[in-house]
Structure formats: C-alpha cells, structure tokens
C-alpha cells in the first residue's frame, strides 16, 4: 500500500496526530485498539511520520516512526509512506520527496499481517475525535493505493526552490547590523528548507553575534523559542580595497553573502555529547594576534577582493538543532589583509574590533551589557499585561482608601530632640515610641557615611569615586535626595535583590546533571522583574502562574523540583514561607506540631498549583501515623488532596473579576496571595524591607508570623497600605523608609528586651555585596570564566545550563558536580565562591533561606587576609585602577586620600595620614619604572568541556589553571617592587579593617 498527503500542521496538542487511519475510532461495537492502519504525525516544534497498525491477532502495535524534520508552523509538506504487509523491511516514509530514516519503535518489523474489520476511515483525528490525537492545520490531496508507489514517483511530488536571504535595503541602518530572527526550520542538517516565518528583528552595531535577543510572552516573561531557529542579519559595509580574507565563525552552520551572492558555508556541528572527545590546543596560525576558534565553532576562510566602496553583507546561521541548547559561542564575520590580524565587519569604524584576545574579552562584556539593554527593551514594546496590573492597582488604591484611615501621629508636642529628628511620617511613629520610652534618636551620620550605606543598600555594592563626584556637587540640603533618586533608577537595584530573593524562594539550579530538588534557573525571571521594576504583586503572580521557560530564565523555573515525589506541595511551602509568613516545613510529612498547619493545607495549597488532585507520596507520611499528641499524620499514602485555600484568616475574598479564568486554581491562589484584601501579604513584603534596611524586622522572624507580635503594628499597617496604594512598587516603599531620619542615624545596638529603632541596627555586607564592593574599588573585571561545563554546546539541553559569564556576585552558583570531577571544575570561579560561602552564601538551596549565618568565623578574616580575591584586590597588577593612581603624578596625602575614598568612602584623620606617609614616604619618589605593561601569555583557558572530560590532558589543564589562579595578577613592572609591596601593604589594610564590610 501507500498512504500520501499534503500537510500543514500549525501546532500540536499531542504526541502523535492524525492524517488518516483506519479504525481505533472508538466507535460502539468495535475494539478501541482496532487499528488496521494510519499515518500520523509524531514530535513536537519539529515533526517526523508515524506509521501504526494493529496485528491481525490483535496482540500488539506496531509503530514506525521517522526523523523528525518537518517544522510545524513553516507551510505545506508532502508526506508518504511504502509498506508490504507481510514483508519485512518493506516500509519506505518520505517527506517532501525524499527518502526519510526511521525505526520500528514499538512490536518491532515482524512482517505480521494487520487487524481488518469494518470501522471507518477517518481524515485528521482518532479515538474518538480527542483532542490530542486530532490534526491542527491544513490536510489536502490525502490518496491511498493498492500499491507500492516508486521512489521516483514520489519524488515528483515535491518541488523545491531554496530560498535566499533578501533584506530591504532601505531598512538597512547606515550605522548598525539589522538582525532579523525566523521560526519555522526544520530540525536537521540541512539547509533545504522553504522561507521560514519572520517573527522579529532588532540591530546590533558590528557582525558579532555572541547571543541573541530573548523571547519574551505577553506578560514580558522568558519563552522558548523553537528549536532550531534562523539568524540572519545584513548590514552597508565598506570592504577596503584589494585582496583580503574573510573569516566566518559560528557555532552551527553559517552562509555568507556579499551583495547577494553566496561566498561561503561553515559546516554543521558535529561534535558528540560523549565524555570522550580529546583536548585540542588552539590555532593561532591565521594571523599574528588571533584569538584561536573556539571549541565547538567552525570556521572558514574565503578569500574577496574589495573595491573600496560600500556593499550590502549578509550572515545568517541555524541557532540550535537536535535537542542541543541554543547558543552561539563567538559567532562573527571578520576581515583581514593576507598577513595582517582580522577585525570585525562592522558599519560603524570604531566597532571594527580586533579578534584578538586582548579586544575581544573587553567587547564580550560589553556585548552581554548590550542584549540586557535590548531584552529591556523588548520586555517594554511587548507588555500587554500592563493595562490588566493598572486596573487591578486602580482597584486596590481604592479598596485601602476604604479602609479606616491610620492616623500618623503627631510629634509637635515631643521634646526638640525628637522633633529635630523627623523628615517624614516613619519617623512620626518611631519617634513617639522612642518618646514614651525614653530613648533618644542617635546622632545623624555624615554625607558620605550616608552615600555608601545607601549604595549597598540599593545597589548593593559600595559608591564609585564617580558618584561621590557627583553627589558632592549637589547642594548641601538636596544631595541625600538626589542620591536616593539616582540610585533607585540604577540597574544595580535588580542586581542587589536577585541574591535575597534567590535564598527566599530556594532558587537551586545545577551546573551539571539535575538531581534533588533542583529548579531551573529562574534568576532571570527575578532580575528582569526587579529591572523592570514590575509591581510586587505581579511578580509574585507571574512565579505562582510558573509560565516562559523553565531552562532559559522564565518563571516556569520555578515549577521544577526534580527527583521529587510531590513538586507542587514542595513549591506550595516555599509560595506560603516567602510571602505569607507561613510556616509549612513540618507539613510536607505530617500536621506541624507546633504550627497551627495541617498536612492536608500544604497539600490543598500545592493541588492548587497543580490545578488538579495530588495525591500523597509514602515520602510524605510517618510509619505509624506517628506519636499521639506530638507528631500526627492523618493523610495516607496515595490519599487524593483535591485543590482547596486553607488560609481564609488570611484574606476576605477577592474579587473573583481579576480572574482570567475562574477555573484555573493556580491563577486563582495567586489572585488569593496577592491582593489587597490579603493585608498579610502586603505586610510580610514591607517587613522583609524593613528588615533588611534597618536590621531588625517589625517581625523578627520574617518567614514564621505564626505568633507575630509587631513592635510597631501601627507604622508596619501604615507602610502596607501605602505600599499597595502606590501599585506595590518596591521602590517607593524604600524610598519612604531610606528618607526617613531614622534611616540616616548612627547604628544602635538591639536589645533582648525590645528595638525601637533610635537609628539602624549594625549590619555587616553580605557575601555578595563583599565581593562586588572590592572588585568596584580596584575596577578589575571579576574573569571568573563561563560558568558552563558545556563550552562547545553539544550535551542535551536538559543535562546543562549556561549561567553565563558573571559581572556580579549573585550570578554565581554551586560549582559541585555529582562526581567531583576535577576536569569539570571552575578554577577562576572558585575563589568567589569559596569566599562567599565563608560569609555565609551557599548555592545549593535545598530549602528555601529566610536568614542567613550572621555570625563571625576565623574563616572569614583569614579568607581576606589571605585568599586569592584579596590577593586580587590589593595586586598591583596592571589592570587596577590603584596602579593607575600610583602612577601619576601625585602627592602622599592626595594618594592616600584618593584610596580612603575609593575602598572606604570618606576621607582619612590626620593620624591616618601620618599612619599612610610613613608607610608609603619610603622610595615614593623613585616609585615609577619605564617599562611596558605587563602581559600573561596565552592560557589555556576554554579547552575543556563535558565533551572531552575524560582526556587525562583536561586534568592536567584545569590543574596548570588552578595554580595560576593561585598565583594571582601578574604585578606590575612600572613601579618598584619595593614599593608596589608598601602600597599593597596599604591596600591590605584597608580591605581588613571592620569598617570595610560593615555598614556605617
């Protein structure tokens, strides 16, 4: 027989769809298994043929399924299939007349005869019409045959016409590359494909392509894009005169065209996802100062000869294919003379960079600042939930309004010191209750003690030598305000919160092969959000509604627990700890003994989640039911949970109107959580803020408020309405409590017996706010590498995830591996880790972290005295910034003023000028050497990957590179080594003092 079709599918609802069958209709009086014959459509973003029948003695399927390589959405396809009932190995599948592979998947290629009766035959579904199994598209010309048709026959079939690039030249910018992104390819080596659907385009100053913009849906939240995908861009360049070479990089296969005619092709990827690949030293014989091809890209030289005049240059590559992750690697269209080094094509003179080494890290960096700044971007033009949030805030600004009012109390009656120390309404409530207690307000502290507690507490690192410039030239009155505006409109504000928010919702991605309870990386989703500046509310909305991507950054990263038995009641615990203030741990096994939670409430909560039943694992409960009176369990293994709010204390009823669709349960328990009429939500929110600015919580435990007891019950009701009448901007909360005069205090110590917040409690950094502080002081790039054991991108993409290259603490993770492999191992990435662990970071969050270890350790002085980041910042090494001070022309004082500033933000007392003239005074003047900057040879760095692990010469890399890392920065040879010792003796001083990782 043959089977042909014409197809095209839109999308899919299920695993396999139907063109025709024969049978399986699920109509009365006959078998549901009856399938006499059928031709499907099997796969997902890209689709394959299926051919199933069952046996004449209705004992077993048997399936055949093809390559996947049709691209649902991109047209028509011509599909066909050959068999001989009865003859093994007679099955031939064909799409778009070629010969397609494929394997008998299911009852195997036993040449058994089929099941015949009389059922019907249907076009476009089975089963029923059900919906997964019913054909979403277009279906024509279905035929069927009593024969087996040729080869050629079929091949008649299907004509096809390559398509080529074609720009509009008058979209064309004169100074930028115009990248334009298509969807619709089919998933295989091949470029034999028809024109894929346009679906975006944005523009990029030179032909580097080292990312891509990020897919974002309507809630301007992380997706997917299918897989593989096209890139094409086109830019006027100008090909300077005479015979030069032409360098194509690219991560998969590329083609190259000059004024529309094709100059060349990369080849496809073609590197195994084994372990067992060999190391390969790097090429540098192309030109004098390359940057060697990195592994995992192709590259291909063609030799042009330019004319001196503008042309129209077009690149365009497969992103992706098979099930391997997106990436690009360093992806680029360069030129060069015959013997000269290679710089990138670019409209623009200025981005014609160098590919070399030494330009390329700085432009890389500069690169991935520049797709955030596009993804911003992006995220604002697609929005259309906004106009959904601005109803909902219309609706909550005027629910609080309706609320008793809170009066603010007055303090015109209190004594002048307390009057004196009031800049808005906070300190109206605080400074009352210091006056009933007796307790006067501590001291204000200084400008620029105020600017850098300010700057770690928005940015979370300390002010630069730049914004203290800037914030000195305010006037005296305005400048505190001008601070806390400008500080507030930095990007560093997502930066800062990303890193608490991870610990509170128990963000635990792996580098390398998940296992238990680990999420996907949803960083992302928190630090858009933050950048954003998204309402609070619909945060939190968008993570209970767990949607986007689960492996790119998407909320949906939220929703991944692996290896657990009940992930949606694991997520319900972290939902209800981080913004409810309700303490469910106990409940994952048993009723909380000490809680007024039962097990059925996490697990009525999670089936919400889950929008259907959950049922309890055997994990969940205690053999025996546990002990009378202490530890209950009621809930049976396998008991069904069905979806239910157990929190009605909680919140009055929401209005059911902001539902999109009543019926979902988890939009429902968002809506439940979030709004206005929940108070404790508000509540927990402004508490966690407070705490975190002043030191200590209205509520100490910011998880726990089982048995709550606010200090301040009126102020923290105040700030919550204020809170959701102002849309729940984060921002405006903190700047209400930052403008305070409370705020701006001298640290007082807690008492046991009760904090009334006459100034802020005394605060150390925290790990990251400890690390990015000394790498701003000394303006050296962190260079702690890929944090990606995948280098070349060949592992399955569910195995491994790309963390990028971090430019701030938060971006760090875990670097254990289930084996410990020390070929895996990160060595320029270690040292921040190590570092931050000893001040109390961890990036394996099993459980969500509501606070961290506070308490000092011997590890953690001993870490800065003498670990590798200390050693890093102190270096006089020539990329920092204090090489760059030392060397100019410069007196002692001016010196040791400019490093005060810089490491402590404020300026030295005469003794510790005397202290620092004494130490530095000694060969000052003789200080400085004529001689050239000093440069590290090339390093083997990015030659291992998971792919060629197992060469006992990655070993030995990884190894060399720890002990470089060991060494630390080369110094530098334009000062004296005696010297250059004394001023990072200084350095060293500094960066030990208490006064550098506490809060003024």
């Known amino acids: 027989m043959t089977i042909e079709a014409w197809v095209s599918p839109q999308h899919r609802n299920g695993s396999y769809i139907y063109i025709i069958g024969k049978g399986r209709t699920h109509r009365a009086g006959f078998s549901p298994d009856n399938q006499n014959w059928s031709l499907r459509l099997c796969g997902s ?107 050629d026959a079929i091949k008649k079939r299907y004509r096809y016409e390559a398509p080529k690039p074609t720009f509009d030249v008058a979209q064309l910018p004169v100074d930028a590359v115009r990248v334009e992104l298509y969807e619709g390819i089919p998933n295989r080596k091949s470029w034999d494909f028809r024109q894929p659907r346009f679906i975006e385009a944005y523009e990029i100053p030179t032909f580097a392509f ?131 080094d290679f710089h990138l094509l670019s409209p623009r003179d200025e981005m014609q960079i160098a590919v070399t080494d030494e330009a390329w890290l700085p432009f890389a960096a500069e690169q991935r600042q520049m797709y955030r700044e596009l993804n911003f971007r992006r995220r604002a033009e697609i929005d259309e939930a906004k106009p959904y949030w601005d109803k909902r805030h219309a609706h909550a600004k005027k629910y609080v309004a309706g609320l008793e009012a809170i009066e603010v109390p007055a303090v015109n009656k209190l004594a002048d010191p307390y009057q004196k120390a009031t800049r808005n309404d906070v300190d109206n409530f605080l400074n009352v209750a210091l006056a009933d207690a007796e307790e006067l307000p501590s001291q204000p502290i200084d400008d620029l003690a105020f600017l850098r507690r300010l700057s770690l507490d928005i940015v979370g690192q300390i002010p630069t030598p730049e914004l203290i410039a800037q914030y000195q030239k305010q006037p005296a009155g305005e400048r505190r305000a001008w601070a806390i505006n400008r500080l507030l409109a930095d990007d560093g504000w997502a930066d800062h919160w990303v890193g608490y928010w991870q610990d509170a919702l128990a963000e635990n991605p792996n580098i390398v092969n998940p296992t238990l309870n680990n999420t996907g990386p949803f960083r992302w989703f928190l630090y858009e959000a933050f950048q954003d500046n998204k309402p609070f509310d619909r ?9 986007g991507s689960s492996r790119l950054g998407g909320a949906a990263g939220f929703s991944v627990a692996s290896q657990n038995d009940s992930p949606m009641a694991a997520k319900a615990f972290v939902l209800g700890q981080a913004f409810l203030g309700v303490q469910m741990k106990c409940a994952r096994c048993h009723d909380a ?18 929008r259907s039943q959950i049922s309890v694992p055997k994990s969940s409960t205690v053999p025996g039911g546990g002990r009378e009176g202490i530890v209950k369990s009621v809930l049976k293994p396998g008991e069904k949970i069905t979806p239910h709010w157990a929190f009605e204390q ?22 439940l959580m979030t709004a206005p009429e929940n108070k404790r ?86 790990a990251e706010q400890i690390v990015d502080s000394l790498f701003v002081a000394c303006e050296k790039p962190l260079d702690a590498g890929p944090l990606n054991i995948d280098l070349d991108g060949s592992r399955e993409q569910s195995n491994s995830t790309d963390f990028g290259v971090p430019s701030r603490a938060w971006e760090f993770i875990s670097l254990s591996n289930e084996r410990d492999r020390p070929s895996l191992a990160k060595p320029f990435a270690a040292p921040f880790v190590t570092t931050m662990e000893s001040f109390g970071w961890t990036g394996a969050r099993q459980n969500p972290i509501a606070e961290r270890e506070k308490e000092a350790n011997v590890l953690q002085p001993a870490i800065l005295a003498n670990g590798d980041l200390g050693e890093r910042f102190t270096r006089l090494s020539d990329d920092s910034v204090f090489t760059a001070l030392a060397l100019e ?106 006064e550098f990782v506490f809060l003024p």
């Open 889 to 994: 022309d410069v007196k002692i004082d001016d010196l040791t003023r400019r490093i005060f500033l810089r490491v402590l933000t404020r300026e030295p007392d005469a003794e510790e000028l005397a202290i620092f003239r004494e130490l530095l005074t000694p060969g000052f003047e003789n200080r400085r050497v004529d001689a050239p900057i000093t440069k590290r040879g090339p390093l083997p760095r990015g030659l291992v990957s998971w792919t060629n692990h197992l060469d006992p010469r990655a070993n030995e890399i990884v190894v060399e590179l720890e002990h470089l890392v060991h060494e630390g920065d080369l110094p530098t040879q334009r000062l004296t080594p005696e010297w250059r010792t004394r001023m990072e003796d200084a350095l060293w001083a500094l960066m030990n003092t208490p």
């Open 539 to 547: 945060l939190v909305t968008e993570l209970v509604m767990m949607e």
């Open 210 to 340: 080292l990312d891509a913009r990020q897919k974002y849906n309507g809630d301007s939240v992380r997706i997917d894009r299918p897989n593989p995908y096209l890139l094409r861009a086109a830019g006027r360049v100008t090909l300077p005169d005479g015979e030069h070479r032409l360098l194509v990089r690219s991560r998969n296969s590329a083609r190259v065209y000059i004024d529309g005619e094709l100059i060349g092709q990369t080849p496809f990827h073609n590197i195994s996802g084994s372990a067992h690949g060999r190391v390969v030293d790097p090429d540098r014989s192309l030109a004098p100062n390359i940057r060697p091809l990195q592994r995992g890209d192709q590259e291909k030289v063609f030799t042009i000869t330019g004319d001196g005049g503008e042309h129209i240059v077009a690149f365009e590559m497969i992103v992706g294919g098979g099930n391997r992750r997106q990436t690009f690697g360093e992806s680029s269209v360069s030129v060069a003379t015959p013997d000269g």
């Open 681 to 766: 939500f508000a509540e927990v929110i402004v508490n966690r803020v407070w705490k975190r600015l002043m030191g200590v919580g209205f509520v100490e435990m910011v998880d726990d408020w089982e048995t709550a007891d606010p200090t301040h019950p009126e102020l923290l009701a105040y700030l919550s309405r204020d809170f959701v009448a102002h849309g729940y901007d984060l921002k405006h909360l903190t700047r209400q409590i930052v403008s305070s005069d409370a705020y701006q205090r001298s640290t007082v110590q807690p008492s046991p017996f009760g904090f009334n917040y006459a100034g802020p409690a005394p605060r150390r950094m925290t």
């Open 650 to 671: 909680l919140t009055e009823s929401p209005d059911a109107a902001y539902l999109n669709d009543a019926d979902d349960t988890r939009e429902e328990l968002a809506l």
């Open 593 to 610: 003994p000490y809680h007024d939670i039962a097990q059925a409430d996490l697990f009525g909560m999670g089936a919400m989640l889950n």
């Open 45 to 151: 973003d890209s689709v394959g043929i299926s051919f199933l029948y069952r046996d004449a003695d209705n004992a077993s399927y048997h399936r055949w399924d093809s390559e996947k390589t049709i691209a649902v959405g991109d047209g028509w396809h011509h599909v066909a299939i050959t068999y001989v009932f009865g003859e093994k190995g007679s099955l031939h599948g064909y799409i778009d007349g070629q010969p397609v592979k494929g394997a008998w998947d299911m009852g195997g290629d036993t040449g058994a005869a089929p099941l015949v009766d009389d059922d019907q035959v249907w076009i476009g579904s089975a089963m029923g019409g059900s919906p997964g199994s019913s054909f979403h598209g277009q279906i024509d010309e279905v035929a069927l045959y009593r024969n087996v048709l040729s080869a």
